[in-house]
């Protein structure tokens, strides 16, 4: 059973940063991506980054370019997004997900066929 648990978020003031964990089980992950999205109040879950669990190759939106670092740590399978110079507008449920890698579409999350069940970030001062 494939089973994607985040962690690491919680309430920190603007100009933090955060480092979200998730942790991959239930199945290699060796030919997926893993993605991370977020979803505002109010607004629909966006596409903030992904990783290629093979290579390593990062993706991000373009808007999320800077401030948000993915990794992962294939010993311990689990991915990591670090968020620095946090903004009141980050705060949002962040959910990984994974899909196979394709070679295309990590933004879309329609392709992920495992999710988390969320993280919450809260920034505020």
């Known amino acids: 059973q494939v089973q994607l648990v985040e962690s690491g978020g919680g309430l920190v003031q603007p100009g933090g940063s955060l480092r979200l964990s998730c942790a991959a089980s239930?199945?290699?992950?060796?030919?997926?991506?893993m993605g991370w999205f977020r979803q505002a109040p109010g607004k629909e879950r966006d596409f903030v980054a992904a990783?290629?669990?093979?290579?390593?190759?990062?993706f991000y939106k373009d808007s999320m370019k800077g401030r948000f670092t993915v990794s992962k740590d294939n010993a311990k399978n689990t991915v990591y997004l670090q968020i620095d110079s946090l903004k009141p507008e980050d705060t949002a449920v962040y959910y990984c997900?994974?899909?196979?890698?394709?070679?295309?579409?990590?933004?879309?999350?329609?392709?992920?066929?495992?999710w988390g069940q969320g993280t919450q970030v809260t920034v505020s001062s």
């Open positions: 990783i290629r669990w093979n290579s390593g190759t990062p």
């Open positions: 997900a994974a899909k196979g890698d394709t070679g295309r579409y990590y933004h879309l999350e329609s392709e992920y066929n495992y």
């Open positions: 239930g199945r290699t992950f060796r030919h997926h991506v």
